[in-house]
Protein backbone atom coordinates (compact mmCIF):
# COMPACT_ATOMS: atom_id res chain seq x y z
CA UNK A 1 0.00 0.00 0.00
CA UNK A 2 1.35 3.27 -0.89
CA UNK A 3 1.36 5.99 1.57
CA UNK A 4 1.65 10.15 0.93
CA UNK A 5 2.11 12.72 4.16
CA UNK A 6 -0.23 14.94 2.75
CA UNK A 7 -2.89 18.07 3.50
CA UNK A 8 -6.55 17.47 3.77
CA UNK A 9 -8.47 21.40 3.43
CA UNK A 10 -11.29 22.10 5.72
CA UNK A 11 -12.45 25.44 7.28
CA UNK A 12 -15.06 27.10 5.24
CA UNK A 13 -15.06 29.01 2.01
CA UNK A 14 -12.09 31.39 1.85
CA UNK A 15 -11.20 30.55 4.88
CA UNK A 16 -9.04 27.28 4.77
CA UNK A 17 -7.51 25.02 7.39
CA UNK A 18 -5.37 22.14 6.94
CA UNK A 19 -4.89 18.86 8.66
CA UNK A 20 -1.70 16.98 7.60
CA UNK A 21 -2.42 13.57 7.18
CA UNK A 22 -1.41 10.28 6.42
CA UNK A 23 -3.25 8.98 3.62
CA UNK A 24 -3.56 6.03 0.65
CA UNK A 25 -2.41 7.71 -2.51
CA UNK A 26 -5.87 5.82 -3.61
CA UNK A 27 -8.21 7.83 -0.59
CA UNK A 28 -9.52 11.52 -2.16
CA UNK A 29 -7.56 14.77 -0.64
CA UNK A 30 -10.25 15.32 2.03
CA UNK A 31 -11.76 11.65 2.32
CA UNK A 32 -9.94 8.71 4.45
CA UNK A 33 -7.24 8.91 6.19
CA UNK A 34 -5.07 6.37 8.57
CA UNK A 35 -3.57 9.21 11.14
CA UNK A 36 -3.63 13.12 11.77
CA UNK A 37 0.08 13.98 11.86
CA UNK A 38 -0.72 18.14 12.12
CA UNK A 39 -1.98 21.18 11.39
CA UNK A 40 -1.40 23.82 8.83
CA UNK A 41 -3.52 27.50 9.49
CA UNK A 42 -2.07 29.67 6.67
CA UNK A 43 -4.45 32.65 7.76
CA UNK A 44 -1.99 32.99 10.82
CA UNK A 45 1.24 35.13 10.23
CA UNK A 46 4.00 33.37 8.83
CA UNK A 47 5.96 33.88 12.35
CA UNK A 48 3.21 32.60 14.79
CA UNK A 49 4.19 29.30 16.31
CA UNK A 50 0.28 27.99 15.51
CA UNK A 51 0.78 27.65 11.85
CA UNK A 52 2.33 24.74 11.20
CA UNK A 53 1.59 22.17 14.30
CA UNK A 54 3.50 18.99 13.58
CA UNK A 55 3.25 15.63 15.76
CA UNK A 56 7.12 14.53 15.29
CA UNK A 57 7.72 11.75 16.46
CA UNK A 58 4.84 9.70 14.38
CA UNK A 59 6.18 11.85 11.05
CA UNK A 60 9.40 10.36 11.82
CA UNK A 61 7.42 6.66 12.22
CA UNK A 62 5.71 7.24 8.80
CA UNK A 63 8.25 8.62 7.00
CA UNK A 64 10.39 5.14 7.85
CA UNK A 65 7.82 2.92 6.92
CA UNK A 66 7.80 4.95 3.38
CA UNK A 67 5.91 7.36 3.25
CA UNK A 68 6.24 10.14 0.69
CA UNK A 69 5.56 13.85 1.98
CA UNK A 70 3.88 16.01 -1.09
CA UNK A 71 6.14 19.03 -2.00
CA UNK A 72 4.23 21.29 0.30
CA UNK A 73 4.34 19.05 2.97
CA UNK A 74 8.19 18.16 2.55
CA UNK A 75 8.86 21.90 2.56
CA UNK A 76 6.71 22.00 6.27
CA UNK A 77 9.43 18.80 7.43
CA UNK A 78 12.08 20.47 5.75
CA UNK A 79 11.64 23.87 8.27
CA UNK A 80 11.59 21.38 11.06
CA UNK A 81 14.42 19.70 10.46
CA UNK A 82 12.85 16.15 9.87
CA UNK A 83 13.26 16.35 6.10
CA UNK A 84 16.22 17.32 4.02
CA UNK A 85 15.05 18.79 0.92
CA UNK A 86 16.86 19.43 -2.18
CA UNK A 87 16.76 22.80 -3.71
CA UNK A 88 15.44 23.03 -6.92
CA UNK A 89 17.11 25.17 -9.42
CA UNK A 90 14.84 26.65 -12.40
CA UNK A 91 17.80 28.91 -14.58
CA UNK A 92 15.18 30.09 -17.03
CA UNK A 93 12.39 31.19 -14.65
CA UNK A 94 13.43 34.55 -14.48
CA UNK A 95 14.08 34.38 -18.02
CA UNK A 96 10.94 36.38 -20.33
CA UNK A 97 9.07 34.92 -22.88
CA UNK A 98 9.58 35.31 -26.34
CA UNK A 99 6.50 37.58 -27.11
CA UNK A 100 8.25 39.82 -24.32
CA UNK A 101 11.82 39.70 -25.91
CA UNK A 102 9.70 40.18 -29.33
CA UNK A 103 8.41 43.46 -28.27
CA UNK A 104 12.04 44.27 -26.14
CA UNK A 105 13.25 44.17 -29.85
CA UNK A 106 10.62 46.41 -31.27
CA UNK A 107 10.87 48.83 -28.74
CA UNK A 108 14.70 49.08 -29.12
CA UNK A 109 14.33 49.18 -33.12
CA UNK A 110 11.85 52.08 -33.12
CA UNK A 111 14.46 53.60 -30.13
CA UNK A 112 17.26 53.25 -32.65
CA UNK A 113 15.18 54.68 -35.16
CA UNK A 114 13.87 57.96 -33.66
CA UNK A 115 17.77 58.47 -32.77
CA UNK A 116 19.02 58.12 -35.84
CA UNK A 117 15.83 60.62 -37.51
CA UNK A 118 17.09 63.42 -35.11
CA UNK A 119 20.46 62.95 -35.49
CA UNK A 120 20.53 63.34 -39.36
CA UNK A 121 17.39 66.63 -38.71
CA UNK A 122 20.49 68.35 -36.59
CA UNK A 123 22.91 67.26 -39.40
CA UNK A 124 20.42 69.18 -41.52
CA UNK A 125 20.36 72.15 -40.28
Keep these: ?9 GGAKK ?3 YR ?3 ADVRSPRDGRYIEKVGTH ?6 DHADRVRLVEDRIV ?4 QG ?4 DRVARFLDAAGLLKRAAH ?5 GKPGAKA ?12 AAAEAAASETAEA
Design 15 to 17: RPY
Design 101 to 112: VERAEEKQAKKA
Design 61 to 64: YWLG
Design 41 to 46: NPLLPK
Design 89 to 93: NNPDK
Design 20 to 22: IVV
Design 67 to 70: AKPT
Design 1 to 9: MAVKIRLAR
